[in-house]
Every structure is written in structure tokens, then in C-alpha cells.
């Protein structure tokens, strides 16, 4: 494991960027975009997951789009958890564990029920092919899910 101290590659391509721009922040301004930069990384390589379960289950496996869904959902789910934990967010090690865990799925499971809420709305009222009302979904619950980690999970300087 490494140092706090040390940087990683992605603090290091933003702060490189920021002085590519000569863009002068405040510390703790440049610490919110890196993890902003963090949170798109591991967002999206969740979002992929996320596509190509909801998109197996669907086409191969002829689970109701809903239903697939759903499971696609919690498959990134399990991956998100893991990655932020360990990568995004400073969570704080005085929490309990299985607190923190409890928190990062009520959260996720409200996500999931904004998600489905979405593409059901999306599906129905504007009859979207569902690979579009899940972008549209995923667009809205990226940012819910960004604001209640940060807010719940982050260990408070």
C-alpha cells in the first residue's frame, strides 16, 4: 500500500493538465477535482459493466429488461464499492467496515430504484429503446451517487 502522501497517476495527469492551462487552485480545490477525475474512471468502468450485463441478460439470456437491469446494476455495484473504497474517496478507518459497506448499498440501492424509476419512465412515456433510457438513467444517478459518497462515506478534514 502506498503513502497518503505519495501521488498517483490520475492526481498527476489533473495537476499536470491544471499547469499545461496555467490554472491556479486553492489545495483542496485541485484534491475535489482529482477525485472528480477519479469518480469518472471508476464510474465508467463501471457504466461499462453495467451496459454489457444489462445488454447479455437482455439479448442472450432474455431476462426482462427491468429484471437485467437490476442485477447489471448490482454486478457494478460490487465493483464501484470496491474501487471507491479503495480509490476515490479517503473514506475514514475509525468507521466500521460493515457500517461503511451498509451505507455505500442503501445509497446504491436508492440508486437503483432512481435507475429502474428512470428507465421505466423513459421507456414508457417517451418509448426509448432501453440502451438509450439507461444512458439517460445512468446520467442522473452518476451525480446522486457522487454527492451521497462524498457526503457519507468520506472521512470529514
Known sequence: ????????????????????FHIKLKKQTEKLFVQIF???IVGGVATIIDFASIFVFKEYLHIPVLIANTLAFCIA???????????????DESKNKKKT??????????????????????????????????????????VFNFITRKLFLEEKN
Not at 9 to 14: D, G, H, M
Not at 115 to 132: G, P, R, S
Open 77 to 91: 455495484t460490487v465493483y464501484n464499492y470496491i474501487a471507491s473504497i479503495r480509490w476515490v474517496f479517503t473514506v
Open 38 to 40: 477519479k469518480f469518472i
Open 101 to 142: 459497506f451498509v451505507t455505500f448499498v442503501v445509497f446504491s440501492a436508492i440508486g437503483l430504484v432512481l435507475n429502474d424509476l428512470i428507465m421505466w419512465l423513459t421507456m414508457e412515456l417517451f418509448n426509448m429503446y432501453y440502451i438509450l433510457a439507461k444512458i439517460v438513467a445512468t446520467c442522473f444517478v452518476m
Open 1 to 20: 500500500m502506498k503513502n497518503k502522501k505519495e501521488k498517483d497517476i490520475a492526481e498527476l495527469f489533473v495537476l499536470k493538465f491544471f499547469k499545461l
